[in-house]
């Protein structure tokens, strides 16, 4: 996978960067599944029967779309967080884009008031979430030159009063985390 630089993001994303762009950009179920389907098969969708590469959404079936050639029917979301879940596709990306944007993450209780259904469902919604971005493809698309950053931990020597922190001759902290896999496929941090 190369890099994507940040004017593409932006160009791919339309300028998706407030809430109102994304709401405005999918504005029914419809749209939400044709954006899955962009996403999931970037080529085009090629029927796994016939190899037909053009299919429709089947009238009054949610999420199923079918090949137009053999008829064979599949789900959008089929592999994905969101498989044989009842919530809309719509408050999906709704809470896709909350998660994706929060700095400090976001619980269950505010991610059931601002996307608008139960606590539960929230709780639901943001574990397949936070499991979708724990798996290994998730963490691998990192590839050429990473870059890591420094930290100082701003404190005062009290013996000899002054300043530690940031601006300082001390020299920084660096912090690295590993992640390592067991033979049964268990992550673990070091």
Known sequence: MGTIKRKQVRAEN???GSLHAMLTKFPDERSCERRIIEVRWPEGWKCPKCGNGSCSPV?????IWQCTKCSHQFSVTAGTCMQHSKVHLRRWFHAIWLVARSKRGVSATELA??????????GFMLERLRGAMARSECLNVLSGEVELDDFLLAARDRAKRRQVGRGTDEQPMVCAVERTSDRRGRRSEE
């Open 14 to 16: 339309g300028k998706m």
């Open 113 to 122: 008031a601002q996307v608008g259904v139960s606590e539960v469902t929230a």
């Open 59 to 63: 009238a009054d079936r949610n999420r």
